[in-house]
Protein backbone atom coordinates (compact mmCIF):
# COMPACT_ATOMS: atom_id res chain seq x y z
CA UNK A 1 0.00 0.00 0.00
CA UNK A 2 2.97 2.80 1.10
CA UNK A 3 4.56 2.16 -2.55
CA UNK A 4 1.13 2.61 -4.34
CA UNK A 5 0.73 5.38 -2.45
CA UNK A 6 4.33 6.94 -3.55
CA UNK A 7 4.09 5.87 -6.92
CA UNK A 8 0.67 8.19 -6.99
CA UNK A 9 2.10 10.94 -5.37
CA UNK A 10 4.53 10.57 -7.91
CA UNK A 11 2.10 11.02 -10.70
CA UNK A 12 0.51 13.36 -9.26
CA UNK A 13 4.05 15.37 -9.32
CA UNK A 14 5.35 14.41 -12.76
CA UNK A 15 7.94 12.86 -11.43
CA UNK A 16 6.86 8.75 -11.96
CA UNK A 17 10.17 6.70 -13.66
CA UNK A 18 7.00 6.27 -16.59
CA UNK A 19 6.20 9.61 -16.66
CA UNK A 20 9.85 10.88 -17.12
CA UNK A 21 10.40 8.67 -19.86
CA UNK A 22 7.50 10.14 -21.52
CA UNK A 23 6.64 13.90 -23.01
CA UNK A 24 3.82 15.31 -24.08
CA UNK A 25 5.38 15.25 -27.74
CA UNK A 26 4.78 11.57 -27.40
CA UNK A 27 1.19 11.85 -26.48
CA UNK A 28 0.43 14.40 -29.20
CA UNK A 29 2.86 12.43 -31.79
CA UNK A 30 0.93 12.51 -35.26
CA UNK A 31 1.98 9.10 -36.54
CA UNK A 32 0.70 7.50 -33.64
CA UNK A 33 -2.83 6.32 -33.19
CA UNK A 34 -2.91 6.45 -29.30
CA UNK A 35 -4.96 4.43 -27.04
CA UNK A 36 -6.59 6.69 -24.10
CA UNK A 37 -8.53 5.21 -21.49
CA UNK A 38 -10.97 6.83 -18.99
CA UNK A 39 -12.04 4.88 -15.88
CA UNK A 40 -15.60 6.36 -14.11
CA UNK A 41 -18.14 5.84 -11.97
CA UNK A 42 -21.02 4.38 -14.64
CA UNK A 43 -23.88 5.99 -13.92
CA UNK A 44 -21.77 9.57 -14.19
CA UNK A 45 -20.83 8.57 -17.61
CA UNK A 46 -24.91 8.18 -18.59
CA UNK A 47 -25.01 11.34 -16.88
CA UNK A 48 -22.72 13.11 -18.66
CA UNK A 49 -24.59 11.41 -21.73
CA UNK A 50 -28.09 12.47 -20.85
CA UNK A 51 -27.17 15.84 -20.33
CA UNK A 52 -24.81 16.54 -23.05
CA UNK A 53 -25.58 19.78 -23.74
CA UNK A 54 -24.55 20.92 -19.93
CA UNK A 55 -20.95 21.64 -18.49
CA UNK A 56 -20.56 19.30 -15.65
CA UNK A 57 -17.75 17.70 -14.67
CA UNK A 58 -17.43 13.98 -13.15
CA UNK A 59 -14.53 12.42 -11.67
CA UNK A 60 -12.36 10.12 -13.31
CA UNK A 61 -8.87 8.09 -13.59
CA UNK A 62 -7.20 8.55 -17.15
CA UNK A 63 -4.78 5.71 -18.41
CA UNK A 64 -2.04 6.40 -21.21
CA UNK A 65 0.83 4.28 -22.19
CA UNK A 66 0.88 2.54 -18.89
CA UNK A 67 0.52 5.48 -17.08
CA UNK A 68 -2.56 6.47 -14.84
CA UNK A 69 -3.95 9.86 -13.28
CA UNK A 70 -6.34 9.68 -10.94
CA UNK A 71 -9.54 11.98 -9.83
CA UNK A 72 -9.02 14.27 -13.46
CA UNK A 73 -12.18 16.19 -14.00
CA UNK A 74 -14.19 15.64 -17.72
CA UNK A 75 -17.28 17.30 -19.20
CA UNK A 76 -19.23 17.32 -22.19
CA UNK A 77 -17.70 19.81 -24.90
CA UNK A 78 -18.65 21.82 -28.51
CA UNK A 79 -21.04 23.85 -29.93
CA UNK A 80 -22.75 21.67 -33.32
CA UNK A 81 -20.56 18.25 -32.60
CA UNK A 82 -22.04 18.10 -29.05
CA UNK A 83 -23.40 14.59 -28.99
CA UNK A 84 -25.62 12.23 -26.43
CA UNK A 85 -24.27 9.22 -27.92
CA UNK A 86 -20.42 10.24 -29.08
CA UNK A 87 -19.75 13.26 -26.43
CA UNK A 88 -16.61 15.32 -27.24
CA UNK A 89 -14.93 15.62 -23.62
CA UNK A 90 -12.30 17.97 -22.48
CA UNK A 91 -10.20 16.44 -19.63
CA UNK A 92 -8.90 18.86 -16.77
CA UNK A 93 -5.82 16.75 -15.17
CA UNK A 94 -6.22 19.67 -12.06
CA UNK A 95 -9.98 19.93 -11.87
CA UNK A 96 -10.36 17.76 -8.52
CA UNK A 97 -6.23 18.63 -7.68
CA UNK A 98 -4.83 22.03 -7.45
CA UNK A 99 -1.55 21.69 -9.67
CA UNK A 100 -2.04 18.58 -10.94
CA UNK A 101 -0.83 17.92 -14.50
CA UNK A 102 -0.08 15.08 -17.34
CA UNK A 103 3.66 15.01 -19.13
CA UNK A 104 3.18 18.87 -18.16
CA UNK A 105 -0.25 19.60 -19.34
CA UNK A 106 -2.89 20.59 -17.68
CA UNK A 107 -5.86 19.68 -19.93
CA UNK A 108 -6.40 17.87 -23.30
CA UNK A 109 -9.49 17.70 -25.74
CA UNK A 110 -10.99 14.58 -27.12
CA UNK A 111 -12.85 15.77 -30.33
CA UNK A 112 -15.36 13.23 -31.44
CA UNK A 113 -14.94 14.07 -35.04
CA UNK A 114 -18.85 14.37 -35.70
CA UNK A 115 -18.44 16.42 -38.27
CA UNK A 116 -16.13 15.33 -40.36
CA UNK A 117 -16.69 11.64 -42.01
CA UNK A 118 -12.83 11.35 -43.25
CA UNK A 119 -12.13 11.99 -39.57
CA UNK A 120 -8.58 13.66 -40.59
CA UNK A 121 -9.63 17.13 -41.69
CA UNK A 122 -8.95 19.06 -38.19
CA UNK A 123 -5.30 17.03 -37.74
CA UNK A 124 -4.37 17.45 -41.20
CA UNK A 125 -5.00 21.24 -41.05
CA UNK A 126 -3.30 21.92 -37.61
CA UNK A 127 0.04 20.32 -39.20
CA UNK A 128 -0.41 22.13 -42.30
CA UNK A 129 -0.60 25.47 -40.42
CA UNK A 130 2.71 24.16 -38.33
CA UNK A 131 4.50 23.62 -41.52
CA UNK A 132 3.56 27.65 -42.18
CA UNK A 133 4.15 28.88 -39.04
CA UNK A 134 1.21 29.42 -37.37
CA UNK A 135 0.34 28.80 -34.11
CA UNK A 136 -1.54 25.38 -33.83
CA UNK A 137 -2.45 22.94 -31.17
CA UNK A 138 -0.60 19.62 -31.08
CA UNK A 139 -2.79 16.87 -32.56
CA UNK A 140 -2.96 13.51 -33.32
CA UNK A 141 -5.81 10.70 -33.13
CA UNK A 142 -6.74 8.12 -30.25
CA UNK A 143 -8.83 4.83 -29.63
CA UNK A 144 -11.09 5.91 -26.24
CA UNK A 145 -11.99 3.36 -24.25
CA UNK A 146 -14.58 3.80 -21.33
CA UNK A 147 -14.07 1.69 -18.79
CA UNK A 148 -12.30 -0.92 -20.87
CA UNK A 149 -15.31 -0.59 -23.85
CA UNK A 150 -14.04 0.68 -27.34
CA UNK A 151 -16.01 4.27 -27.11
CA UNK A 152 -15.00 5.34 -30.91
CA UNK A 153 -12.17 6.91 -32.79
CA UNK A 154 -11.12 10.47 -31.32
CA UNK A 155 -8.93 13.89 -31.70
CA UNK A 156 -6.46 13.81 -29.20
CA UNK A 157 -6.04 17.90 -28.94
CA UNK A 158 -3.59 19.98 -27.25
CA UNK A 159 -6.05 22.63 -25.11
CA UNK A 160 -5.39 26.03 -25.71
CA UNK A 161 -3.86 27.17 -22.43
CA UNK A 162 -0.96 28.57 -20.78
CA UNK A 163 0.90 25.57 -21.08
CA UNK A 164 0.34 26.09 -25.17
CA UNK A 165 1.19 29.22 -24.57
CA UNK A 166 4.71 28.44 -23.57
CA UNK A 167 5.35 26.51 -25.80
CA UNK A 168 4.45 28.44 -28.56
CA UNK A 169 5.88 31.50 -27.41
CA UNK A 170 9.17 30.71 -25.68
CA UNK A 171 10.80 32.57 -22.89
CA UNK A 172 13.03 35.73 -22.46
CA UNK A 173 14.96 34.52 -19.86
CA UNK A 174 13.92 32.75 -17.22
CA UNK A 175 10.46 34.20 -17.82
CA UNK A 176 8.01 31.73 -19.56
CA UNK A 177 5.95 34.01 -22.04
CA UNK A 178 2.82 32.54 -21.08
CA UNK A 179 0.95 35.12 -18.90
CA UNK A 180 -1.14 37.27 -21.47
CA UNK A 181 -4.27 37.60 -22.41
CA UNK A 182 -6.38 34.68 -24.02
CA UNK A 183 -9.21 34.73 -25.22
CA UNK A 184 -11.32 31.77 -26.86
CA UNK A 185 -13.58 33.51 -29.15
CA UNK A 186 -17.31 32.77 -28.53
CA UNK A 187 -19.67 32.42 -31.85
CA UNK A 188 -22.99 34.00 -30.34
CA UNK A 189 -25.55 32.15 -32.80
CA UNK A 190 -27.56 34.48 -35.05
CA UNK A 191 -25.39 37.50 -34.29
CA UNK A 192 -23.05 37.34 -37.55
CA UNK A 193 -20.14 39.29 -36.47
CA UNK A 194 -16.98 40.38 -38.90
CA UNK A 195 -15.00 43.00 -36.60
CA UNK A 196 -17.98 45.75 -36.71
CA UNK A 197 -17.25 48.37 -34.11
CA UNK A 198 -20.47 47.82 -31.39
CA UNK A 199 -19.75 50.98 -29.18
CA UNK A 200 -17.80 52.05 -26.08
CA UNK A 201 -19.94 49.48 -23.69
CA UNK A 202 -17.88 46.30 -22.70
CA UNK A 203 -20.34 43.99 -23.12
CA UNK A 204 -20.48 43.08 -26.57
CA UNK A 205 -16.88 42.03 -26.16
CA UNK A 206 -17.03 40.42 -23.31
CA UNK A 207 -19.41 37.98 -24.87
CA UNK A 208 -17.57 36.91 -28.15
CA UNK A 209 -14.40 37.10 -26.10
CA UNK A 210 -14.30 34.41 -23.32
CA UNK A 211 -10.93 34.96 -21.20
CA UNK A 212 -9.25 32.08 -20.06
CA UNK A 213 -6.29 33.61 -18.22
CA UNK A 214 -6.24 36.61 -15.66
CA UNK A 215 -10.16 36.26 -15.23
CA UNK A 216 -9.78 38.20 -11.92
CA UNK A 217 -8.23 41.23 -13.27
CA UNK A 218 -10.30 44.17 -14.22
CA UNK A 219 -12.74 44.07 -16.90
CA UNK A 220 -10.68 47.42 -18.20
CA UNK A 221 -7.20 45.48 -18.15
CA UNK A 222 -9.19 42.64 -19.75
CA UNK A 223 -11.43 43.92 -22.67
CA UNK A 224 -10.83 47.26 -22.62
CA UNK A 225 -8.13 47.06 -25.29
CA UNK A 226 -10.02 44.99 -27.64
CA UNK A 227 -12.60 47.35 -27.27
CA UNK A 228 -9.75 49.91 -28.54
CA UNK A 229 -8.25 47.39 -31.20
CA UNK A 230 -11.69 47.17 -32.86
CA UNK A 231 -12.88 50.84 -32.60
CA UNK A 232 -9.40 51.78 -34.34
CA UNK A 233 -9.65 49.14 -36.60
CA UNK A 234 -12.91 50.82 -38.09
CA UNK A 235 -12.19 54.46 -37.54
CA UNK A 236 -8.49 54.67 -38.78
CA UNK A 237 -7.61 55.83 -42.58
CA UNK A 238 -5.58 53.74 -44.75
CA UNK A 239 -3.03 56.22 -44.77
CA UNK A 240 -2.19 55.98 -40.70
CA UNK A 241 -3.38 52.09 -40.32
CA UNK A 242 -0.52 50.55 -40.41
CA UNK A 243 1.53 53.10 -37.53
CA UNK A 244 -1.63 52.52 -35.40
CA UNK A 245 -2.77 49.21 -35.66
CA UNK A 246 0.12 47.35 -35.67
CA UNK A 247 1.66 48.04 -32.08
CA UNK A 248 -1.85 46.26 -31.15
CA UNK A 249 -1.83 43.28 -33.58
CA UNK A 250 0.81 41.95 -35.70
CA UNK A 251 -0.34 42.56 -38.82
CA UNK A 252 1.91 40.18 -41.04
CA UNK A 253 1.02 37.27 -38.59
CA UNK A 254 -2.65 38.00 -39.12
CA UNK A 255 -2.50 37.91 -43.40
CA UNK A 256 -0.59 34.73 -42.42
CA UNK A 257 -2.99 33.15 -40.64
CA UNK A 258 -6.29 34.36 -43.27
CA UNK A 259 -4.11 33.30 -46.00
CA UNK A 260 -3.43 29.84 -45.10
CA UNK A 261 -7.18 29.59 -43.59
CA UNK A 262 -8.13 30.03 -47.17
CA UNK A 263 -5.49 27.97 -49.09
CA UNK A 264 -7.73 25.17 -46.94
CA UNK A 265 -11.04 26.48 -48.22
CA UNK A 266 -11.90 26.77 -44.25
CA UNK A 267 -15.42 28.14 -44.66
CA UNK A 268 -15.88 28.46 -41.13
CA UNK A 269 -13.17 30.38 -39.85
CA UNK A 270 -11.75 33.99 -39.37
CA UNK A 271 -13.75 34.88 -42.64
CA UNK A 272 -16.47 32.39 -42.12
CA UNK A 273 -19.81 32.23 -44.17
CA UNK A 274 -22.16 33.67 -40.57
CA UNK A 275 -19.03 35.93 -39.32
CA UNK A 276 -15.58 34.89 -37.62
CA UNK A 277 -15.37 31.44 -35.53
CA UNK A 278 -13.50 29.50 -34.54
CA UNK A 279 -10.07 30.95 -33.26
CA UNK A 280 -8.41 31.60 -30.06
CA UNK A 281 -6.78 35.75 -29.51
CA UNK A 282 -4.21 36.19 -27.49
CA UNK A 283 -2.19 39.67 -26.03
CA UNK A 284 1.08 38.78 -25.63
CA UNK A 285 2.57 38.96 -22.18
CA UNK A 286 3.24 42.93 -21.11
CA UNK A 287 2.33 43.87 -24.61
CA UNK A 288 -0.38 45.49 -26.33
CA UNK A 289 0.11 43.59 -29.25
CA UNK A 290 -2.65 40.48 -30.23
CA UNK A 291 -2.38 37.39 -32.54
CA UNK A 292 -4.78 34.87 -33.58
CA UNK A 293 -4.22 31.06 -33.09
CA UNK A 294 -6.01 28.78 -35.16
CA UNK A 295 -8.14 26.25 -33.43
CA UNK A 296 -11.16 23.47 -34.46
CA UNK A 297 -10.63 23.49 -38.57
CA UNK A 298 -12.65 20.29 -39.23
CA UNK A 299 -14.58 22.03 -41.85
CA UNK A 300 -11.74 22.73 -43.94
CA UNK A 301 -10.95 21.51 -47.67
CA UNK A 302 -14.45 22.29 -48.39
CA UNK A 303 -13.76 22.67 -52.41
CA UNK A 304 -10.65 22.62 -54.82
CA UNK A 305 -12.17 25.83 -56.27
CA UNK A 306 -12.67 27.98 -52.95
CA UNK A 307 -12.45 31.48 -54.16
CA UNK A 308 -8.86 32.74 -52.98
CA UNK A 309 -10.86 36.02 -51.77
CA UNK A 310 -13.66 35.01 -50.45
CA UNK A 311 -15.74 37.49 -48.45
CA UNK A 312 -12.39 39.06 -47.69
CA UNK A 313 -14.74 42.56 -48.21
CA UNK A 314 -17.26 41.74 -45.90
CA UNK A 315 -14.78 41.63 -42.84
CA UNK A 316 -13.58 45.09 -41.57
CA UNK A 317 -10.03 43.93 -40.33
CA UNK A 318 -9.55 41.84 -43.31
CA UNK A 319 -10.43 44.57 -45.91
CA UNK A 320 -9.13 47.44 -44.33
CA UNK A 321 -5.27 45.09 -43.76
CA UNK A 322 -5.82 43.70 -46.91
CA UNK A 323 -6.31 47.59 -48.89
CA UNK A 324 -2.75 48.36 -48.10
CA UNK A 325 -0.65 46.96 -50.98
CA UNK A 326 2.04 45.44 -48.25
CA UNK A 327 -0.20 43.14 -46.88
CA UNK A 328 -1.83 42.31 -50.09
CA UNK A 329 1.26 41.11 -51.46
CA UNK A 330 1.95 39.33 -48.50
CA UNK A 331 -1.48 37.43 -49.02
CA UNK A 332 -1.38 36.31 -52.11
CA UNK A 333 2.76 35.57 -51.49
CA UNK A 334 1.18 33.04 -48.77
CA UNK A 335 -0.89 31.46 -50.82
CA UNK A 336 1.32 30.78 -53.37
CA UNK A 337 3.76 29.88 -50.55
CA UNK A 338 1.02 27.08 -49.17
CA UNK A 339 0.65 25.44 -52.67
CA UNK A 340 4.23 25.34 -53.02
CA UNK A 341 4.38 23.71 -49.38
CA UNK A 342 1.21 21.49 -50.10
CA UNK A 343 2.78 20.07 -53.17
CA UNK A 344 3.86 16.30 -52.43
CA UNK A 345 3.12 17.00 -48.92
CA UNK A 346 -0.06 17.37 -48.57
CA UNK A 347 -1.88 14.50 -50.21
CA UNK A 348 0.38 12.12 -48.59
CA UNK A 349 0.19 13.32 -45.44
CA UNK A 350 -3.65 12.99 -45.59
CA UNK A 351 -3.14 9.18 -47.08
CA UNK A 352 -1.27 8.74 -43.91
CA UNK A 353 -3.50 9.87 -41.25
CA UNK A 354 -6.36 7.87 -43.50
CA UNK A 355 -4.58 4.87 -42.92
CA UNK A 356 -3.59 5.00 -39.76
CA UNK A 357 -6.97 5.47 -38.68
CA UNK A 358 -8.50 3.11 -41.16
CA UNK A 359 -9.20 -0.31 -38.89
CA UNK A 360 -10.31 2.27 -35.59
CA UNK A 361 -13.09 4.63 -37.85
CA UNK A 362 -14.34 1.03 -39.32
CA UNK A 363 -15.19 -0.13 -36.04
CA UNK A 364 -16.15 2.74 -35.05
CA UNK A 365 -19.77 2.16 -34.24
CA UNK A 366 -21.32 5.54 -32.44
CA UNK A 367 -19.84 7.66 -35.31
CA UNK A 368 -22.63 9.67 -37.03
CA UNK A 369 -22.21 8.30 -40.06
CA UNK A 370 -21.79 4.89 -42.56
CA UNK A 371 -18.60 3.47 -43.30
CA UNK A 372 -20.21 3.74 -46.93
CA UNK A 373 -19.93 7.93 -45.99
CA UNK A 374 -16.70 7.39 -44.99
CA UNK A 375 -15.34 6.01 -47.79
CA UNK A 376 -16.66 8.77 -49.98
CA UNK A 377 -15.45 11.15 -47.90
CA UNK A 378 -12.05 9.76 -48.19
CA UNK A 379 -11.75 9.55 -52.16
CA UNK A 380 -12.86 13.15 -51.94
CA UNK A 381 -10.39 14.47 -49.90
CA UNK A 382 -7.47 12.32 -51.44
CA UNK A 383 -8.63 14.41 -54.48
CA UNK A 384 -8.39 17.74 -53.15
CA UNK A 385 -4.53 18.23 -52.83
CA UNK A 386 -3.64 18.61 -56.50
CA UNK A 387 -7.17 20.21 -58.11
CA UNK A 388 -6.77 23.21 -55.46
CA UNK A 389 -2.61 24.04 -55.61
CA UNK A 390 -3.74 24.28 -59.45
CA UNK A 391 -6.30 26.39 -58.63
CA UNK A 392 -4.97 28.70 -56.07
CA UNK A 393 -1.42 29.32 -58.17
CA UNK A 394 -3.86 29.96 -61.20
CA UNK A 395 -5.70 32.37 -59.21
CA UNK A 396 -2.89 34.06 -57.32
CA UNK A 397 -1.51 34.84 -61.50
CA UNK A 398 -4.51 36.21 -62.41
CA UNK A 399 -5.11 38.79 -59.07
CA UNK A 400 -1.00 39.27 -59.35
CA UNK A 401 -0.85 40.09 -63.04
CA UNK A 402 2.24 37.10 -62.71
CA UNK A 403 2.83 34.42 -65.57
CA UNK A 404 0.47 32.06 -65.89
CA UNK A 405 1.26 28.33 -64.76
CA UNK A 406 0.99 25.80 -66.67
CA UNK A 407 -2.67 24.07 -66.44
CA UNK A 408 -4.60 26.90 -65.97
CA UNK A 409 -7.49 27.36 -68.51
Known sequence: MASRTIVAILLTLGLGTTAAAQTSDDLFNPEVLQRLDLWLNSSDWSKLKAAFQENTYYPADVTWNGITVRNVGIRSRGLGSRSSTKPGLRVDFDRYSSGQQFLGLKSLVLDNLTQDPTGVKETVAMRFFSRLGIPAPRETHTRLYING???????????????????????????????????????????????????????????????????????????????ELVRLVNNTPSPSFESTIGPRLDLTAFVRYIA???????????????????????????????????????????????????RNEENVLTRKTLELPAYQAQYFSVLSEAADSAVDWLRQEMQRQLDMINDAMVSDTLKPYSNSDYTTAREALLAFPQARITYVRCEVSKQTGATRPSGCQ
Do not use: C
Not at 266 to 278: I, K, L
Open 149 to 227: VYAGLYGLIEAVDKTMMGRVFGSIGDNVQNDGYLFEYNYVLGSAWRFNYEGSDLAPYKARFDIRTNESRAESAIWGPIE
Open 260 to 310: AQNFIAENDGFNGYDGMNNFYFYRLENSTSHVFIAWDEDNAFLQSDYGITT
